[in-house]
C-alpha cells in the first residue's frame, strides 16, 4: 500500500464532507476549520468514546466550564506571563516562524543526513533556552537559513503571548479585558471545590472536560493539527502528594490503551519523554501519532503538584485543600493531568483509517477501493441500507427497515447505481455495515449484511440487524 499523504487526506475530507476550510467563499481565515456532516459525526463519536471511557466511573466527574473566565484567573495560572512562543521574521522574506519550531527541523534535518552529534549538541542548547537571545543565537550560529527563500538575514527574536484577548461589556478598556480560554483545564481547577463537595468526591478523584480552546498560533500547519480554534479533552486527576507517581504511571497506560481500543496499531503511536519540563511539572509525556508529515504530540500526560491549585488559592484567597474526614489529613492535592487534541486525534484516526486496496473488479466495482477503516464506534455511519433494485417492494422494504435502525444510530439510505458502486461509496466513508435487500428479502424477511474490512457477506432475519449493529459499538 502506498504511503498517504497529507493533500490525499485533505481532498477526501472535503470530497466527502468530513472538514471544509472556515469560511471559504471569502477565501478562507488562517487556523480555523469547518467540520461537514460526515466530520461532525465522527467528531462527536470521538468525543463521546473519551466521555464515556474517563467519566463513566466512580471516581471521575464531568463538567462544562465557560470559555470566558475572569482575568485573574490566567494570571494566577502563569498564562499572561508564560505562554508565549519565541517568533522570528525574516527580513528577506517576511516570513514568520516559532523560533523554537525552525530550530527543531534544522535538527531534524541534520539527522536525517546523519550528522546525529551535532544534532545532539543543537538539541541541548534548544532544551536550555530560556531568553529570547538564546534561541536567536543558534539561529546565527547554526547559520540556519529561511525554508522560504534561503536568506539568512533574521530579525531579533521576540517572545508572542498565544491568548486570544476581547472585552466583555462595550467599554474597550484594560479593565475589561478578558481572554478566550488557551486550554480548558482551568475550568477545572477554579471548580475544584464546587465539585468535591456537590459530587461528595474524595481524592484521589478526577474532573473531566470537552470544549472548545483558542491559541494565536505562531504558524498554523498540516490542516488540523496546529489551529488557531480547536478542541480539547481534559481530565484532571486530584491525588494525595507521594501517590502521584504511580497516578501518573497508571493514567500514560490508560490514555495509551484508549487509542488502541479505538483501532490504532501499536507501531503507529509511541510515548515521546519531554525534553524540558515545565516549571510546574514533575513528570511527563506525550503520546504521539505517525502522521503523514512524522512524529506528532496527540495527547500530553503531565503530573502537574499541587502548582495550580497553590497559585489559585494564592490568587483567589480561597483554600482548595482536601481534608480527609477519617485520618484528619489536610492537603493541597497533586495534579495528574491527561489532555488530548479532539480535533487533532480526529485527523490522526482519520489518516489511520485511510486505506487504498486492490480488491478486483467485479459486479460494476472498481478494482481499486478506498476505505476508511474506523472503529464502529468511531464510524460516522454505522450501516447503510441498500435495496438491490428500485422496485418489486424492495425500496418499501428498505426503507422500513431503514426508518427503524434509525431510531438508534446514524443510517444511510442509498437506492442509487449498481450495487458495487453504492458499497464502495460507502467503503470511502468507512460505514463498517452494508444491508441489502434483495427479492429473498420480500419472501422470507432476510437481508445480507456486508462487512466493510472483510467484504464478507452473511444473511440474517431482518429483525436481527439492529442487534447485530449494535454489538459492534459496544
Ligand atoms: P504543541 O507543543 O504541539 O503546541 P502543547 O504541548 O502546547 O502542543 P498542550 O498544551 O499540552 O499542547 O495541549 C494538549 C493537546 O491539545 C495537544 O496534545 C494537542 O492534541 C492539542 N492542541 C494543542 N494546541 C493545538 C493546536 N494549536 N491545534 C490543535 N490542537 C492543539
Not at 357 to 362: K, P, Q, R, S
Not at 435 to 447: H, K
Request: hydrophobic letters at 35%; proline letters at 4%.
Amino acid at each position: 500500500m502506498k504511503p498517504v499523504t497529507l493533500d490525499t487526506i485533505v481532498s477526501l475530507a472535503k470530497r466527502r464532507g468530513f472538514v471544509f476550510q472556515s469560511s471559504e467563499i471569502y477565501g478562507g481565515l488562517n487556523g480555523c476549520w469547518d467540520y461537514g456532516s460526515l466530520g461532525v459525526e465522527l467528531l462527536r463519536n470521538l468525543k463521546d468514546a473519551w466521555w464515556k471511557s474517563m467519566t463513566y466511573r466512580d471516581d471521575i466527574e464531568g463538567v462544562d466550564a465557560s470559555i470566558l473566565m475572569h482575568p485573574r484567573v490566567w494570571e494566577a495560572s502563569g498564562h499572561v506571563a508564560n505562554f508565549t512562543d519565541p517568533m522570528i521574521d525574516n527580513k528577506t522574506s517576511k516570513a514568520r516562524y516559532r523560533a523554537d519550531t525552525l530550530i527543531e527541523d534544522y535538527i531534524a534535518k541534520l539527522e536525517k543526513n546523519g550528522k546525529t552529534d551535532r544534532a545532539k549538541a543543537v538539541r541541548e542548547r534548544l532544551a536550555a533556552a530560556r531568553e529570547p537571545d538564546d534561541f536567536y543565537q543558534i539561529i546565527v550560529d547554526e547559520e540556519i537559513t529561511d525554508p522560504v527563500g534561503g536568506s539568512k538575514d533574521w530579525t531579533p527574536v521576540r517572545y508572542f503571548n498565544l491568548m486570544f484577548k476581547t472585552f466583555v461589556g462595550p467599554v474597550e478598556d484594560t479593565n475589561s479585558v478578558v481572554y478566550l480560554r488557551p486550554e480548558t483545564a482551568q475550568g477545572i481547577f477554579v471548580n475544584f471545590r464546587n465539585v468535591l463537595d456537590s459530587a461528595r468526591q474524595k481524592v484521589p478523584f478526577g474532573i473531566a472536560q470537552v470544549g472548545k480552546a483558542f491559541r494565536n498560533e505562531i504558524n498554523t500547519k498540516y490542516f488540523l493539527f496546529r489551529t488557531r480554534e480547536f478542541e480539547q479533552m481534559e481530565m484532571q486527576y486530584f491525588v494525595k502528594p507521594g501517590t502521584h507517581s504511580e497516578q501518573f504511571e497508571y493514567w500514560r497506560e490508560q490514555r495509551f490503551q484508549w487509542f488502541l481500543d479505538l483501532g490504532m496499531s501499536p507501531e503507529m503511536i509511541r510515548f515521546k519523554p519531554h525534553d524540558k519540563l515545565a516549571h510546574y511539572a514533575d513528570a511527563a509525556v506525550d503520546i504521539e501519532y505517525k502522521f503523514p508529515f512524522g512524529w506528532g504530540e496527540i495527547e500530553g500526560i503531565h503530573s502537574r503538584t499541587d502548582f495550580d491549585l497553590k497559585r489559585h488559592e494564592e490568587f483567589s484567597g480561597k483554600k482548595l485543600e482536601f481534608v480527609d474526614t477519617v485520618t484528619r489529613d489536610r492537603f493541597v492535592p497533586y495534579v495528574i493531568e491527561t489532555s488530548v487534541g479532539a480535533s487533532r486525534s480526529f485527523m490522526a484516526f482519520l489518516c489511520h483509517a485511510y486505506n487504498v486496496e486492490n480488491v478486483g473488479g467485479a459486479d460494476g466495482e472498481d478494482a481499486e477501493r478506498t476505505v476508511l477503516k474506523f472503529h464502529p464506534k468511531l464510524a460516522p455511519v454505522k450501516a447503510a441500507v441498500l435495496p438491490l433494485v428500485k422496485k418489486d417492494g424492495m425500496p418499501e422494504f428498505a426503507d422500513k427497515l431503514y426508518r427503524d435502525l434509525q431510531k438508534s444510530f446514524n443510517v444511510q439510505y442509498d437506492e442509487s447505481a449498481a450495487v458495487g458502486r453504492r458499497y464502495r461509496r460507502q467503503d470511502e466513508i468507512g460505514t463498517p455495515f452494508c444491508i441489502t435487500i434483495d427479492g429473498d428479502s420480500l419472501q422470507d424477511n432476510t437481508v445480507t449484511i456486508r462487512e466493510r474490512d472483510t467484504m464478507q457477506q452473511i444473511r440474517v432475519a431482518a429483525e436481527t440487524v439492529k442487534e447485530y449493529v449494535m454489538k459492534s459499538l459496544l
